[in-house]
DNA sequence: AATTACGTCAAACATTTGTTTTAATCGATT
DNA sequence: AATCGATTAAAACAAATGTTTGACGTAATT
């Protein structure tokens, strides 16, 4: 009788083919139905017979629904951190005083995901950060080395300002990015009369560098 | 057999003494379980025990739970609505091209909220947001009357600004507003090494406001 | 005093949840 | 071919959920 392979999962092969594997067609499947319908509207037996395998599946490979949820979330957020680490590495490298530059290593990857995976992912990572099980909402409060390395940088860019500042305004920056799932972009869209849209991607990133660029005076 | 009295209710007649009627505690109880451990981990035995009242209570004043959580979202919602529009109508009666003194309609009532019952109100709007029931998220999708005061008096106060420019700033504004849960701040507190805290409400909202008024330009 | 409406209470209801169990099935290796 | 481990399948499990019921008491009204 064995159970709870957790150990011996590798996340990031995730296949999108409709012959993969059960563990990937689980893990997809929940992220999706996750990402659409938010943590709690979706039950295991949702989860499954999306996955067209047996309700016990999830129990068998991944040990519990909520470790299930858990290797999503290290997954994605795993990708999602190494988009960020790289362009923050590239910036500091091109130039460790352009503050404009390093902001962008934050605010990109997210608003370039665009493929129909990596949206799932991000509307998967934004809801796990309010509506997901406690051991999640834990890790994101207490595992900031990801984003000490940004303020790090920002720092070294913005010498005259004081580190609490810098703290604050990325504190501020964050909250700009994570107000992005589709119900903010549904009341945007109906408050500006369709006038605005996430459509174009380009454009949003530019209108979010300069609006938070902007906060932090450069 | 009477039930269902939803209509009788009124929201805002909310007191604090013990000793306050059945509804009164009902909701107050509701507001601050929900407030402290989010929408779903809060069952109607939770809070028909801390309310001191029977378990068949909610659906005897309320109707149902979600109709009780409904309530609450209307009470508090019109709270905050109120004391932003009392703000901006005062800002734009001042002087209708400080689009600094809008901003900070917006930004103040939140951010001053800071006795004990404002506290959970704000946190249960917060929550609300994101998992709050369906019939809650929709009204907070799709009633933008009360921030289109808000876009129309920036219009007339920068009308330099093309009107999606000002949608898309609002917008990331209120990015930056929503991201103000307990949760929230742990983190900040967190990654700053207890350099951030949010007691200082005044010198939070300063920086808010320069944030967010940099991000509109002035 | 009788009646009526209202409020309270304990108990039970029907569902749904995540998880476990037990048996059957498959596939490769011996 | 036989065996053994890994996987799938169906069923059952216990616990928790929101809701409803019907009885009981009480206070006001007729």
Redesign the interface.
């Known amino acids: 009788m064995v159970r709870g392979r957790l150990a011996d999962i590798k996340p990031a092969a995730v296949a999108e083919e409709p012959g993969a594997g059960v563990v990937e067609r689980l893990f997809l499947a929940a992220e999706a139905l996750v990402a659409e319908h938010?943590?709690?509207a979706v039950s295991s037996r949702d989860i499954t017979a999306r996955a067209g395998a047996n309700l016990a599946a999830i129990n068998y490979y991944f040990g519990s629904k909520n470790l299930l949820m858990f290797a999503i979330f290290k997954a994605r957020a795993a990708e999602l951190n190494r988009d960020r680490a790289a362009l923050l590495r590239q910036a500091v490298a091109r130039d460790p005083g352009d503050a404009r530059g390093i902001l962008r290593a934050l605010i990109e990857p997210p608003t370039l995901w665009v493929s129909d995976e990596r949206k799932m992912a991000l509307r998967f990572l934004n809801?796990a950060r309010?509506?997901g099980p406690r051991e999640i909402?834990e890790v994101?409060?207490?595992d900031?080395r990801h984003?000490?390395r940004f303020?790090d940088a920002l720092a070294t860019a913005l010498p005259h300002f004081p580190?609490?500042d810098i703290?604050?305004?990325?504190?501020?920056a964050?909250?700009?990015?994570?107000?992005?799932?589709a119900?903010?972009y549904?009341?945007?869209a109906?408050?500006?009369e369709g006038?605005?849209t996430p459509d174009d991607r380009e454009a949003l990133l530019q209108?979010?560098l300069?609006?938070?660029a902007?906060?932090f005076?450069v």
Request: aromatic share 8%; net charge positive; with cysteine.
């Open positions: 938010g943590f709690e809801r309010g509506e909402r994101i409060e207490t900031v984003l000490r303020a580190r609490e703290m604050w305004r990325l504190h501020f964050l909250g700009v990015l994570h107000h992005n799932s119900a903010d549904a009341r945007l109906l408050l500006s006038l605005c209108r979010l300069v609006f938070i902007a906060g005076g």
